[in-house]
């Protein structure tokens, strides 16, 4: 009855597998730990995530329970948790991050600032031409998304000579929630959300500690993508 339902509502599905893989486990894990603050969440969000849904796949997967009912289920559970921890969050301080930021900005750092927020979204604009698809280079095609079809059949990898699966195990939880391993945009999707927290991280240093070099590196690290 799932599969069917997801079938047939595949936006909803994508969007569902893109939470789960690289948003609700790193939040969970960044509430209960706290200090962290700013656009540096964005890619410990993310790198958090990832993490910790590796390792909820490597173990379904060992179990023969790899499916998008197991998928749904630990998704309940998470946003469970989430509710726990919005709840429990709201007697305790979070920590004050404006006065990091505080202070006088010179000309300069003002200007690299707007040099910086104009590079990052001309390389969002670029990123989002680049995601409607499917994978077509030789290293995606004949190694990672094979891997990542592997793992949607609930199967370990064949021949992948040691490399690291953690980016297989999440493309293949989008195809687990979609149905298919023919819908690749949220699996395209997901990708670039790599080199924006790159960017981010950048920016929060910019900001946080209003680091005129750091504003320049963001827009050389878009310049470099472009």
Known sequence: MLREFFSNHQLFAGLLGLLQVAVLPGWLLLRWTRGVTGLLVAPLLLALSLVVHFQ???????????????????????????WVAARSAQSVPTPDSGAATAGYASPLHRLALWLAAAAWLALTGLLLRHIPGVF?????????????NDWARGQFPTDTYGYPQLLPTAWATSYVWLGTPEIQFFAKGLMALFPLGIAAIFADMALRLRCTAAALALTLWCIALW
């Open 136 to 148: 077509d280079t030789w290293d995606a095609v004949v190694s990672w998304n094979r891997w990542a």
């Open 56 to 82: 909820c796949v490597l173990v379904a997967t060992a179990l023969g329970v790899f499916s998008v009912e197991t998928l749904a289920a630990l998704l309940l559970a998470g946003c469970g948790l989430c």
